[in-house]
């Protein structure tokens, strides 16, 4: 099979869908792999590398589409890339389709295969390509938090693990997944106080068992996270319903009951997020403020650490890519029900209900669509 690996072009995504030792794996498997010229260089892999293990270096992006019969990306194809689009392609990437109606259209248009990183999904309900990502993304959302606390920044001017005799600034996280467990690990690892707030009791209770002292866990409702944001210096997004859009926890109306200067950073913003408030923004511009509250809403937070990002990534699609090239997409899913999980649309036709919900489209059972 022919496998394209194009550079992303996302404004400061320095990731890269495939490491040389992928490559190497695929091309040792019998597979052609094209890759374009500097797609790994913002991840610290030169285009030697990628030669040296037998994969060919390609001018531009389209040639790299052009020759691909599978593509691989990290982060969905963005409008300059839309014409790209043809119903023989097969992409493998994250897309998070239901919160972008014209991504939507434009993939149902061109026919193409899209099987969704984030929604594959393992029995136990795990999302084993979302995962390594939500670990960077929960991390990073306390760090990046912190900076934006600093007065400098507009921030409260609150130092988050505070100092002896001086109170340390409190974290509110709703979800208590892998982002939030993420995030709680680090502000509790700083010294903050933390709130986690999580709908599952089940879930509470484990993390009751693993979370440091300095970790207050709260069931999730309304009134309870009115409660804990009113005396919040960071609040973390980390909400997640699987390739549906998030639920919106906070109104425009609570930012209200904030301190003025307390940061949010939403990591759910990638699924419409769910801080009614909140918008798309990136590492070049990463915040603005409503009513007094800085909002932090980078939708590709990860790629502002791409080597860690890319390795982490990498490690887990690659099983993965493997199964699709060796097997073709149709055989691959028609063996593996957590890959099958992920076709999110194919000749048109929208396979994932979260998507075809968010915009009142017609839903295809993803096995009838394996030929």
């Known amino acids: 099979m022919r496998i394209g690996v194009p550079k992303e072009i996302k404004t400061n995504e320095n990731r890269v869908a495939l490491v040389p030792a992928g490559a190497e794996a695929l091309v040792s498997a019998g597979h052609e792999v094209c890759i374009e010229a500097g797609a790994g260089i913002g991840s610290g892999f030169e285009d030697a ?51 972008d109606e014209a991504l939507t259209a434009a993939h149902r248009e061109s026919g193409a295969t899209c099987i969704a990183y984030e929604t594959v999904e393992l029995p136990n309900r795990e999302l084993p390509l979302l995962t390594p990502m939500s670990e960077v993304a929960g991390r990073m959302a306390v760090q990046e938090g912190a900076k934006y606390l600093e007065k400098l920044f507009g921030g409260r001017g609150v130092l988050l693990g505070g100092v002896p005799g001086v109170a340390p600034a409190k974290v509110v996280i709703l979800g208590g997944g892998v982002v939030g467990v993420n995030a709680a690990k680090m502000a509790a690892g700083l010294g903050a106080k933390v709130v986690v707030l999580d709908l599952s009791l089940e879930r509470l209770r484990y993390l009751s068992d693993v979370m440091p002292a300095n970790v207050q866990l709260v069931h999730s409702n309304r009134h309870n996270i009115l409660e804990q944001v009113a005396t919040a210096d960071l609040v973390v997004g980390g909400v997640l319903i699987p390739g549906a859009k998030a639920p919106k926890l906070l109104r425009r109306e609570d930012l209200a009951r904030m301190r003025p200067g307390a940061v949010i950073v939403d ?43 890319t390795l982490a990534l990498t490690n887990a699609t690659l099983p993965y890519v493997l199964q699709l090239a060796n097997k073709g997409w149709k055989a691959a899913l028609a063996q593996n029900g957590a890959l099958l999980k992920g076709l999110n649309m194919s000749a048109g036709q929208v396979s994932y209900r979260g998507v075809s919900e968010a915009f009142g489209l017609p839903f295809t059972e993803p096995s009838t669509l394996l030929g």
């Open 267 to 309: 990591v759910a913003v990638d699924q419409g997020g769910c801080v009614e408030t909140i918008r798309p923004t990136t590492h070049e511009n990463p915040t603005f403020v409503v009513d007094g509250i800085i909002h932090y809403g980078v939708a590709n937070m990860p790629g502002a650490v791409p080597r860690t990002s």
């Open 49 to 99: 590398a990628y030669e040296a293990v037998g994969a060919r270096v390609l001018p531009d992006a389209a040639a790299v589409w052009g020759q691909a019969e599978l593509l691989l990306k990290v982060k969905e194809p963005i409008r300059a890339e839309w014409g790209h689009l043809r119903a023989d392609l097969t992409l493998f990437t994250y897309f998070h389709f239901a919160a």
